[in-house]
């Protein structure tokens, strides 16, 4: 059983995430209401410039916000990371990826084509899922499975995934709850992500687990990887990748 991360893994949605990050304390449909290039050019570039800092950190929606923070800029550490996340007021955490969740749904209904086209797949992807259809592919992500299943079909790989489990926060559960419910041990999946604490928390179930060397990380992540010796997997491995 092959089960893997999406955001960094099947496709890159940097902008993407950015957009629905800095618009989610906007009203849905006014935001939807513009065209999509002309509200990723109306983001300043000193939020970008945070959001990719932070980007390498996060893990979930409720991560991206900390980018909305000023003091985001100064982030150079997983300390100093969990530290800015850490005083985020939670109930304005909580509302703030609500409406993001639905700025990004608002987009993809009313302007589908062009929300789709922020989705790129990395090289390799599309090969790696169609040579394991039919095998019990699954797809665990802090992404609403909706998005990631209308993402799948816009490629033409929607026939090559079983399951999709959304707004994924501990994937380390899910994982097992995929492999039980398919009769299956953990040592029988291989996993694919690109945050070492997901690829770490999997490992411990005793399923193979692979660091995707293409996604995000920062180096206190390499450094943590080498101490646990976590595996990583490289994008020219997929070609032949077996899993």
């Not at 957009?19 to 000193?46: G, I, N």
């Not at 409406?99 to 749904?105: G, I, K, Q, Y």
């Not at 009313?110 to 989705?119: K, N, P, S, T, V």
């Not at 090559?160 to 707004?167: F, L, M, N, R, S």
């Amino acid at each position: 059983m092959l089960i893997l991360d999406f955001d960094g893994v099947i496709a890159d949605a940097f902008t993407e995430c950015a957009l629905v990050t800095w618009y989610a304390d906007h009203e849905p449909a006014a935001v939807a209401a513009k065209p999509l290039t002309e509200l990723a050019q109306a983001m300043p570039r000193q939020f970008l410039d945070r959001f990719r800092i932070v980007r390498n950190y996060a893990r979930l929606l409720d991560d991206f916000m900390v980018a909305r923070d000023p003091d985001a800029a100064y982030i150079t550490t997983v300390a100093g990371y969990e530290k800015l996340s850490s005083r985020q007021n939670p109930k304005k955490l909580t509302s703030l990826v609500k409406e993001a969740t639905a700025v990004r749904a608002a987009l993809r209904d009313q302007q589908r084509d062009e929300w789709l086209a922020m989705h790129t797949l990395y090289p390799g992807i599309a090969g790696l899922l169609q040579r394991h259809r039919g095998r019990g592919t699954s797809i665990v992500t802090a992404k609403d499975e909706a998005s990631v299943w209308d993402i799948l079909t816009h490629h033409r790989l929607e026939s090559t995934v079983v399951q999709v489990i959304g707004e994924c926060s501990d994937k380390r559960a899910a994982v097992l709850e995929l492999a039980a419910t398919d009769g299956l041990r953990p040592q029988a999946v291989t996993f694919i992500d690109d945050h070492i604490t997901n690829a770490l928390a999997v490992r411990d179930t005793g399923a193979t687990s692979l660091w995707a060397w293409w996604g995000y990380h920062t180096a206190d992540h390499i450094e943590r990887a080498i101490q646990r010796r976590q595996r990583r997997v490289y994008l020219p491995e997929l070609a032949t990748f077996a899993g």
